[in-house]
């Protein structure tokens, strides 16, 4: 189809690189592009150049940041002697949305798996191990997913960790907070059995 | 526990049937290729989430279609309340299963529903490979245990991660021995699951084996019992396989470097059949072969039973192609005191003897089904 315009051909082609984003879509969100506001169009130009430009990772924790090191590496309030590892920046999010952990964090950027093609070298281990030398923490918590992968991982690093002489834990498994007992899936359920904790102490 | 409604959409020469199966047991009777097994089949993944003649989905779904649905609705013996699962396949979208409209997995459905299937293809659990009879113990391991499942799943997710390991060992040859550490955590995990897997097989053939001595006592007439043992690929003495299985690891090495896969493990477990001290692939006749499948089957039926307390549903298609008129009666008379049973047969002859039986009676015909009012 001729569109009669050589730049927004190329902006719908861009558009349809997208993750998600069909044909029909990229077409509909160039021509919103078209019709609104130019200062709001170069608003939103601004964003993707920044994102790109301004965000690097910590060269302490390898999370997403703007100033390396990042303000959690920086923060003095937090303990030093609490290392979490997790799988990615987004899981930063989610345990610092608990409010439960003044620790600090390690980004792997991923979790061992071969028939992904994911070998040590390919996560930020060596970086972990230089770092837990230098800081001496007296915990490491190993919050990876509960699944094989995250596992193995698990694996790795407390071999690895070892020699460090500090605690390796990893975070429990179990029913969801509001959950019903009837409801939760076997195998959840039955973690939970095997991780259950005595009250009272 | 009792299936009392099926609902199949585009499955194998099924188009749409809404079959309502009341109380007692059921009959479905028509020629060969008119749909008999098909429907035995759709029951079949209701409760395992998968088909025990298929391995791919796709060719469940009737021709021409986009995917299939398979719906049921059960009943048990002590609750009121009734059961609804369905099982979905898009080509496009893949395979959902709805307990009671929630989304749920395989081993939710082989919690939730018990069934034993019965065919004259049984008698591949003696004449086949040892892959036959490890799937057929994983099976009821499954229907005895969700935790098996997992066990089993974690084990086989190891073991194909190890296996890349090996398989491009080069791709991981950076450093000082990058290979071998890259591949010692799915080492400790095939060791985990597997010495797991290895105990609870075990376990399973031993009330197998139990079960199946009481079973089929008198059924030889002198020949028997028959006897199952494990033989697993790693031997061990004591309870825990560990030990031995680290070992065994440990000195396949080089062998699994070789040819680039793990050699030892319980994926390489088998178990053996013996009638009368004789191994039964090799000195049974065909019929005594037939016969033991059918006792390995029924042995399934009791464990399951005893495990879950109510009797499962048995989906019984042709074994009198293959029984005798006294193994079949002897047959039919040792489970229809049990739970629900679904039969098939082409055997018109039969129809009498079952009718007996209160055997209700469904006419198969063309992917449609009209059921006898009684």
Known sequence: MELGSEALGRLIDEFSRLPGIGRKTARRLAFHVLKADLPIVEGFARALVDVKRLVTFCESCHNITQVSPCSLCEDPRRQDVLVCVVEEPSDVLAIEGTGEYRGRYHVLHGVLSPLDGVGPDDLKIKELLARLHESRPTEVILALNPDTEGDATSFYLQKLLAPLGCVVSRIARGIPVGGDLEFADSVTLGRAIQGRERLGE | ?374
Request: with cysteine; hydrophobic share 35%.
């Open chain 2, 1 to 374: 526990m009792r299936l009392i409604h099926l609902s199949l959409g585009d499955f194998r020469n099924y188009g749409s049937l809404e079959l309502p199966l009341g109380q007692g047991h059921h009959l479905l009777l028509g020629q060969n290729g008119e749909g008999k097994t098909n429907v035995l089949e759709a029951v079949h993944l209701l409760g395992t989430g998968g088909s025990q003649r298929a391995s791919r989905d796709a060719v469940l779904v009737a021709h021409d279609a986009p995917g299939y649905r398979v719906g049921g609705r059960f009943e048990s013996d002590r609750e009121s309340r009734s059961l609804r699962v369905e099982v979905t396949y898009q080509k496009s979208g893949g395979k959902k299963i709805r307990i009671d409209k929630e989304p749920g997995r395989a081993s939710d459905l082989l919690g939730a529903i018990k069934v034993v299937s019965f065919a004259p293809s049984d008698v591949e659990l003696v004449q086949e490979s040892a892959q036959v009879r490890r799937r057929f113990l994983d099976l009821i391991g499954c229907q005895l245990s969700p935790k098996y499942m997992t066990v089993l799943r974690e084990y086989q997710r190891a073991i194909r991660q190890r296996n890349e390991t090996l398989a491009k060992s080069f791709v991981y040859s950076r450093g000082k021995n990058g290979a071998s550490l890259a591949r010692e955590p799915w080492t400790d995990l095939v060791i985990e699951h597997g010495s797991e897997l290895f105990r609870r097989r075990r376990h399973l053939v031993d009330q197998l084996s139990e079960t199946l001595r009481d079973l089929s006592e008198d059924a030889y007439k002198g020949g028997g019992p028959l006897d199952v043992t494990y033989d697993p690929a790693v031997p061990w003495d004591g309870d825990d396989p560990r030990p031995a299985f680290e070992v065994a690891l440990a000195d396949s090495r080089d062998r699994e470097e070789a040819v680039g896969y793990t050699t030892c493990g319980p994926h390489a477990d088998d178990v053996n059949l013996k009638l009368g001290g004789r191994e039964l692939r090799r000195f049974g006749s065909l019929g005594q072969q037939q016969l033991s499948a059918m006792f390995l089957k029924l042995a399934q039926a009791d464990l399951v039973r005893t495990a879950v307390g109510a009797s499962p549903i048995l989906l019984v298609d042709e074994m009198f192609a293959v029984l005798d008129r006294q193994a079949a009666e002897e047959f039919l008379a040792r489970v229809e005191g049990e739970g629900q049973i679904i039969l098939a047969t082409a055997q018109e002859g039969w129809l009498g003897e079952l009718r007996d039986r209160h055997f209700h009676v469904h006419h198969v015909r063309a992917g449609a089904i009209e059921s006898v009012t009684t």
